[in-house]
């Protein structure tokens, strides 16, 4: 923490011990979304403070800091566009930047906007309370702290609340242990030691390499393989630098306006067997070499649709996996079964199949030889006791819905969030919830799609625009309904139904989490065409919202 935040959090103490005139807005959350919603909601004039759980900004790359932690997303379609002089100023050094290069940016960017007096650090949210009465929410944070604001508005993050698996003696391990969505800030040395690796998502095989690297012994705990391509990560020359700048205007729009992933790759617009076989593989080869997830969002358009076109390109990075790993049984330990490429998040990877080469590394399959218990010294499967000096839980996280439901909230008539969502996620537009007025979720269940920062960007601006309308009419009370919310859930049900998603047991089904209910967390329909459907929500005058109990757009309202 450097001395410009430090001082900055002694300004905010005292700035918030001061009045007693509940906030317009509390936003809970100093990731990516939540410095972008302050810096907006400042602009409007409205009195805001953001709590932060962290000890500075950045969200999950504040949190996520193990070794080969890295983006997956190109650099320059990640970062905020809202202010040329950010652009100008800001030089990234690679086409996928690391953990430690995010992190400096946002806190370059809360720097740069004036952002860290109103953002309170090291402050967890732990319950909040819709006060009906007086119509406010009262926030209470882990460490005693209150805070009443008239509406709150939650950045919590859609993969922000790390998951532990159900084993048996996790706490009796002597040897050190770590999430990587909780990873310490103090180093933590690989070198020379026996390490268990438990999990093989995009967390798992951004470490692997690393762990591997120096471990005496790494022992890899896999439960199901995932489709990994490689990221082809590279240095951003002074020159694409400066073309990146000078471009930003009409990437950007491109990226908000014609992509549906938010991602700069556009599909080709032709059909995998609507080209013969050997071009078809030529298409697949030249992805394959391509930056980042070029594989999912260059490729033919119906990949994810056509059953056939899936088989055919999965085949395709199998046969890449068997040529990469030595061992063929080890190899087809490594090729996914139960899923065709892209059903879920495909990890991206670098040098991570190579790893399944080295004599200290050993791939444990728990379909076939599961872990029994976490013992004193190391981790016991129905066969082996693996000795261990550090355990590495690469496990993944309740997701979307996981870090909100962590916080206790209260709505109307003492309902609790918990009971709202008992059969699952109930939202609109994945911004609001029903029986919850003045709450705003951003990154709200049933929203999310693609490349992530530039959802966030939609809904953020979409938001403060409703807020501006919500503080200028006068109302004191903005909810949706029942029936708006289950609209928006059949239609994104049916999106989801449609594509060959549905197949996969995912965290984007919560399928992850023991006893979620099983629904599509985001949005299945792409990015276009949820901001559509926020246009057009505009349009009809916020259909699906009520103020203090009317239509939005009901002349006699308020
Ligand atoms: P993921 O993608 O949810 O991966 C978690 C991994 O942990 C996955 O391989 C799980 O296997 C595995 N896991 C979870 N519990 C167990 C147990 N009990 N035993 C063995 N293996 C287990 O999380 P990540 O952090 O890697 O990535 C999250 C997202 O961040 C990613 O999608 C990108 O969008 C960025 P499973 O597949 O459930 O069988």
Request: charged letters at 20%; one cysteine or more; glycine letters at 10%.
């Amino acid at each position: 923490m450097g001395t410009t935040s430090t001082t900055a959090q002694s300004e905010t103490t005292r700035r918030q011990g001061t009045g007693s005139d509940p906030l317009d807005v509390l936003i809970i959350g100093g990731g990516n979304a939540g410095l972008y919603l302050l810096h907006r909601i400042r602009e409007r004039g409205l009195s805001v403070v953001a709590l932060e759980a962290g000890s500075s900004v950045g969200g999950v790359w504040y949190w996520n800091r193990y070794p080969g932690a890295r983006l997956d997303s190109e650099s320059y379609t990640y970062g905020y566009f809202f202010s040329e002089e950010l652009l100008r100023d800001w030089r990234w050094s690679e086409e996928f930047v690391g953990q430690e290069e995010l992190e400096s940016y946002f806190k370059f960017v809360a720097t740069k906007f004036g952002l860290w007096k109103d953002i309170r650090l090291d402050s967890r949210a732990a319950s909040m309370e819709w006060i009906e009465s007086r119509g406010v929410w009262l926030v209470k944070t882990v460490d005693g702290s209150r805070f009443e604001a008239r509406t709150v508005v939650t950045a919590v993050g859609i993969l922000s609340a790390p998951q532990y698996p159900e084993i048996p003696g996790r706490d009796r391990f002597e040897g050190e242990s770590h999430h990587t969505g909780l990873w310490p800030k103090e180093e933590v040395d690989f070198a020379g030691k026996r390490i268990a690796v438990i999990g093989t998502g995009s967390s798992g095989v951004q470490v692997i390499p690393f762990a591997a690297a120096v471990a005496e012994q790494l022992v890899v705990f896999q439960r199901t393989p995932n489709w990994c391509t490689p990221i082809n990560n590279s240095m951003i020359s002074t020159e694409r630098a400066e073309q990146l700048v000078a471009d930003s205007a009409g990437f950007h729009r491109y990226l908000m306006s014609a992509s549906a992933s938010g991602y700069l790759h556009a599909p080709r617009d032709e059909d995998a067997f609507a080209v013969t076989t050997e071009q078809r593989i030529e298409h697949f080869e030249r992805l394959y070499a391509q930056p980042g997830l070029s594989m999912m969002f260059a490729n033919f358009r119906d990949i994810l649709t056509n059953r056939a076109a899936n088989e055919a390109l999965s085949d395709f990075i199998a046969q890449k996996i068997r040529g990469r790993v030595h061992d063929p049984l080890v190899a087809e330990k490594l090729i996914p079964r139960d899923h065709g490429y892209g059903m879920k998040r495909p990890p991206l990877e670098d040098r991570y199949y190579e790893v399944y080469n080295q004599g200290h590394v050993t791939l444990v399959d728990t379909t076939v030889d599961p872990i029994v218990a976490v013992t004193k010294s190391g981790i016991q499967t129905e066969t082996t006791q693996h000795a261990l000096d550090m355990i590495v839980y690469a496990t993944g996280f309740d997701a979307v819905t996981g870090a909100l439901q962590r916080i206790e909230v209260t709505g109307a008539a003492g309902h609790s969030l918990t009971d709202a969502w008992s059969d699952g996620p109930r939202s609109y537009l994945g911004v609001q919830i029903p029986g919850f007025p003045n709450l705003f979720t951003i990154g709200g269940p049933q929203s999310a799609a693609g490349n992530v920062p530039r959802f966030l960007e939609t809904q953020v601006d979409w938001l403060v625009d409703l807020l501006g309308s919500f503080f200028a009419s006068g109302a004191e009370k903005v909810e949706t309904t029942d029936a708006a919310a289950d609209e928006w859930g059949k239609h994104n049900e049916a999106m989801a139904q449609n594509s060959l998603l549905r197949n996969a047991q995912s965290w984007a089904f919560g399928s992850n989490t023991p006893g979620k209910p099983r629904t599509y967390l985001l949005y299945a329909g792409g990015q276009d065409s949820y901001r559509k459907r926020l246009a057009e929500v505009v349009e009809s005058g916020y259909s699906g919202f009520l103020l203090d109990g009317r239509e939005w757009n009901d002349p006699s309202a308020v």
